[in-house]
């Protein structure tokens, strides 16, 4: 069918290349071939057994070619639909909210009439709206993501209060507060993210030689994940490598899946370095709203100094930027952008040792704040690990590799970031200062012999810094 829808297309275009009218007649062509081959894969995906993944993944291309490219706005409110009840049977409420809002950004507070469509009565422009903002509203509660949901109850109360609507206004009021107090009080966890890259010509036309990144469910981990993948397209072959495929991959009649892990960078980075704001705020910011996602490749560049690994150890970053942030219409986009750079050894190492000064701090804040209540054991733990390892490796092999003075003077232009290596491990003794100093305050008595050895050896850790930085 496809072949055949081809073969039409390029000898339509061939009779057209000789009339005057052929660059409208070639772009109508083209657009009809664009639409009937995403509806073959509409087709192919709703006729049979398959998961609510491909299903929501086409009705998500076809709608947006509809809106896009032939801007058939009332096909595009039905897609909009359809996805919205996808979403909601496979209990993604989160996606089914920001479908149902593609509709809601199309109405105006008007009172303009609108007939009766899909399953709406005929009523004003304003009530389909407000209906819809409610229902919009509820999705997000459901999904947990109440952040998205206030800013809706606000639109909303600015109406009501134009209104004089005070019961109404009341009712918006106390759903927002509720919101922040969900936000404050309940449990929620952050969900992993995984890039998945669909090679080879058997997959269908939206997935074909194509790599997205997909927002993984509660508790999935990429193991649980790639089973879930391989049992959707039982046909695929894993790809047991990160490195991208050849076209021999690309080209042939099969189906290869290449899965990896990917970290979140989140783009609103104030809120993160704010002490005194709650983990349980900053956890939203770590996971929502996020367009670019990265995978570290390590590597030694060279021979592999055996004594000190860290010496050698380089790291090829790979940075992807979808289509669209995460989450939103669906739990997974298209990466539109890829951009690999090689970090240095020592560059690694400024970025480790200021990552961990900025968990300890955060950390560290939550105690003093009283955010943390009663258990001790977390701070313990980072504190532990980080002068353990401070002492027994991680810095103390940082030292050895970046301070030593062979390497100074083989690396001259190095000057300004071992400088900065430096500052950022006496910023971390004075951080972890102040961190032993929260946990003397609230450590259990039978925890002191603990709270001795943490003390003994960040005496150790601080006179060894002491020394290099003379």
């Not at 496979?90 to 809601?104: D, K, M, P, S």
């Not at 997205?212 to 193991?223: A, T």
């Not at 099969?254 to 609103?268: G, K």
């Not at 690990?385 to 050895?400: P, S, T």
Request: glycine share 4%; with cysteine; proline share 4%.
């Amino acid at each position: 069918m496809r072949k055949q829808l081809r073969k039409k297309f390029h000898k339509l275009v061939n009779k057209i290349e000789q009339e005057t009218w052929r660059e409208t007649g070639i772009s109508f062509v083209t657009s009809v071939t664009r639409l009937m081959e995403r509806l073959l894969d509409y087709r192919d995906c709703m006729k049979g057994d398959e998961t609510e993944n491909k299903k929501i993944g086409c009705t998500v291309n076809l709608m947006n070619f509809y809106k896009s490219e032939i801007n058939k706005e009332e096909m595009y409110i039905r897609y909009i639909h359809k996805l919205c009840d996808m979403h909601l049977q496979a209990e993604n409420y989160t996606e089914a909210a920001f479908t149902l809002l593609l509709y809601c950004e199309l109405l105006q507070w008007e009172d303009r009439p609108l007939r009766e469509f899909l399953h709406y009565p005929s009523q004003s422009e304003w009530q389909r709206k407000e209906g819809l903002c409610r229902k919009i509203i509820h999705y997000f509660n459901k999904g947990k993501s109440w952040e998205f949901g206030i800013p809706l109850c606000r639109e909303l109360a600015i109406q009501y209060e134009s209104l004089y609507d005070y019961q109404s206004l009341s009712w918006i009021r106390k759903m927002e507060a509720t919101y922040y107090d969900n936000i404050m009080e309940q449990q929620r966890l952050e969900p992993e993210f995984f890039r998945v890259g669909f090679y080879g010509r058997k997959f269908p036309f939206f997935l074909r030689n194509k790599e997205y990144v997909c927002r993984g469910h509660d508790y999935e981990r990429l193991e649980a994940f790639q089973q879930r993948m391989l049992s959707e397209f039982p046909q695929a072959i894993a790809m047991q490598h990160p490195n991208h495929p050849d076209d021999s991959i690309l080209q042939c009649d099969a189906q290869y899946l290449q899965i990896y892990a990917v970290t979140p960078i989140p783009d609103n980075i104030d809120v993160l370095q704010m002490d005194r704001v709650p983990d349980r705020i900053k956890s939203f910011y770590r996971v929502n709203n996020i367009r670019k996602f990265r995978y570290d490749r390590p590597f030694h560049k060279g021979p592999k100094d055996k004594e000190n690994e860290f010496k050698s150890l380089w790291i090829e970053r790979t940075t992807l930027t979808l289509t669209h942030s995460l989450p939103g219409i669906s739990r997974w986009f298209e990466v539109e952008r890829r951009e690999l750079v090689e970090v240095s050894p020592l560059e690694n190492a400024i970025q480790v040792v200021e990552n961990k000064n900025q968990e300890l701090r955060t950390l560290i804040s939550q105690y003093q704040h009283k955010q943390m209540h009663g258990n001790i054991n977390l701070l313990s733990m980072c504190l532990n690990g980080v002068i353990d390892a401070a002492v027994n490796g991680g810095i103390a092999r940082y030292q050895e590799a970046f301070f030593d003075k062979d390497y100074i003077t083989k690396h001259p232009g190095d000057a300004e970031k071992i400088t900065q290596l430096k500052e950022l491990m006496q910023e971390q003794v004075h951080v972890l200062g102040v961190g032993l100093a929260v946990h003397e305050k609230f450590v259990h008595p039978e925890m002191r012999p603990l709270h001795k050895k943490l003390i003994d050896q960040f005496q150790m850790m601080r006179s060894s810094l002491y020394h290099v930085s003379q």
